[in-house]
């Protein structure tokens, strides 16, 4: 089965010491959260986001198509979740239709569902973002993707961390890009 979500998210950069102090605050805080460490393999595209995941925390996989753009944090995504003793032969599959240009992260995650606020913050690390957070909307009161975004502004102030605006975040995206064609 293909799910599909809207997905709107601000995404942000943490020190080291922000993020450990941050999952603390939150989980002292009680909210539920979840460990979802994973090894994404991110096929080249010129816009929005191919991957596959081996989700090693949920024993899991999943092909992973987000539409749209990246850079704004304004993205349609489509899954496919399936059994994670499956991922091998799913890179197979898609490396023998054409799909050879990837490169493969190792990302560490906690996922909080902030439930009262409505949001899922991913605290995050990876080599090419280092410690950094996504904050996504969970709601279906708002609309508006500019009222959302609004919105995550606030709860990003409210817990203390500071989003990245488009343009820092699309210079970080471009760069990683580079780096990764380099490769």
Known sequence: MVKKNREIELRGLLKKRQYFSLVKKLEGLGYTHEKDDKLSYFFE?????????????????KISLKLGDEEKG????????????YFKNLLFIFKILGFTKFHIVKQKRDNFYLKNLDVELALKYSPN???HFEIEYLGKGIKSEDKIKKYLKEVCERIEIMPMEEEELAQRIKEIKDE???I
């Open 180 to 182: 990764q064609r380099k």
């Open 45 to 61: 595209r010129e816009t929005g986001i191919f991957k596959i995941n081996d989700e090693i925390s949920k024993n899991q996989a």
């Open 129 to 131: 973002f280092r410690y």
């Open 74 to 85: 304004k993205l349609y995504e489509y899954e496919v979740v399936c059994d994670r003793h």
